[in-house]
């Protein structure tokens, strides 16, 4: 089956460094993906792991370990504007239909 | 103009109505998926639809019932609707292919039912 955890509930202080983590079982993993969502907003893509290891953007960074079903997204020097919901995703392919499959999102708080 | 409009932004309707969700892409993308988002819930893929062909039915009651007429436009008529199925309805769209992009999404549609 399909299955994608991640923590319901995180806090930082702004400035600070959060790491967010998804840990996930597919059948046909295709990509991983980290989006983030504001409230009542739709979902904007940050960040697209295939291989193993780290993509860095900005203040966004993703890592990626497929042996382990694994990913993480880092966030460095926090912001206000930071605080929303992180959702992970990965793509699935299953005889030739590819699905985005969703984890429950973390929401992040960042306080002053 | 983004990439993915959806109509309306919110909806109420009672359970014996009959209404539609538009969703429109200006992305040139071949797939388009609509989703429902309840509250502390996984995004719940519905529908996958690729080439306007629908690949996917992820065990929707036939009350959700999509539509694909072309490339850019996919509609979720709804009918007889339940209050449970109160949500937010997300349209998004992809390249469907082994090479792999990120999906796109609308805003959103906000459905109450009463």
């Known amino acids: 089956g399909q299955n994608i955890d991640q923590p319901t509930e995180m806090t930082a202080t702004e400035g600070a460094i959060v790491q967010i983590n998804c840990t996930y079982q597919t059948s046909g993993f295709n990509g991983l993906f980290w989006y983030q969502q504001h409230a009542g907003e739709a979902p904007t893509f940050l960040s697209y792991n295939v291989l193993d290891g780290l993509e860095e953007k900005g203040r966004f960074s993703s890592f990626l370990s497929r042996s382990k079903g694994y990913s993480y997204l880092l966030l460095k020097e926090l912001q206000m504007k930071d605080s929303a919901s992180y959702l992970c995703a990965v793509r699935d392919e299953d005889s030739g239909t590819y699905k985005y499959i969703f984890g429950t999102g973390t929401r992040l708080k960042v306080l002053a | 103009e983004t990439g993915v409009t959806q109509t309306p932004r919110h909806l109420v309707m009672g359970m014996t109505n009959k209404k539609s969700l538009k969703c429109e892409q200006h992305l040139g993308h071949n797939a388009m998926y609509w989703y429902k988002q309840s509250a502390k819930k996984p995004l719940e893929l519905m529908f996958v639809?690729?080439?306007?062909?629908?690949?996917e039915n992820n065990s929707v009651p036939s009350r959700f019932s999509p539509e694909c007429p072309n490339s850019s436009h996919l509609f979720l008529h709804l009918h007889t609707l339940q209050p449970e199925d109160s949500a937010l309805y997300l349209c998004a769209c992809s390249q469907y292919s082994s090479g792999g992009t990120e999906a796109f999404f609308g805003q959103g549609t906000r459905l109450t039912v009463v």
């Open positions: 639809y690729s080439l306007e062909e629908r690949v």
